[in-house]
């Protein structure tokens, strides 16, 4: 089985795939403060993949502010890509304290969820 299906059934819950731009405050891999616009490409309940112009320190804490919204919430860095993506570094989130209604979506139900 390869690392990438292996890594998608260790998820918590489903991803959407959807554009929301952000604002980022957080650290960057030399340990300088980074505050830059940047955007999902999927998110879920428990933290999304970002598009990112630059690199952060992985395990750092993350400041999300959604554009659409104006809400905040507070992330954890949890990867980032070896290599660039479109001039971009996807870049890994999970959220300190997960929230429902912070992308503006309604996700899918949970598979351990009885409808």
């Given amino acids: ?29 030399d340990d300088s403060e980074v505050i830059e616009p940047a955007e999902t490409v999927a998110v879920s309940r428990f ?18 502010t959604n554009n659409f919204s104006h809400e905040t919430a507070q992330f954890r860095v949890a990867w980032i890509a070896r290599e660039k993506s479109d001039g971009r570094w996807d870049t890994g989130i999970e959220a300190a304290h997960p929230r429902e209604d912070f992308w503006g979506i309604r996700f899918p139900p949970s598979k351990d969820r009885k409808a």
Wanted: glycine share 10%.
């Fill in 47 to 64: 933290g999304a993949l970002l598009r990112t112009p630059s690199l952060f320190k992985v395990g750092a804490p993350l400041t999300v």
């Fill in 1 to 29: 089985m390869s690392s990438e299906l292996k890594r998608l059934e260790k998820r918590r819950g489903e991803r959407v795939l959807i554009r929301v731009p952000v604002r980022l405050h957080g650290v960057g891999r």
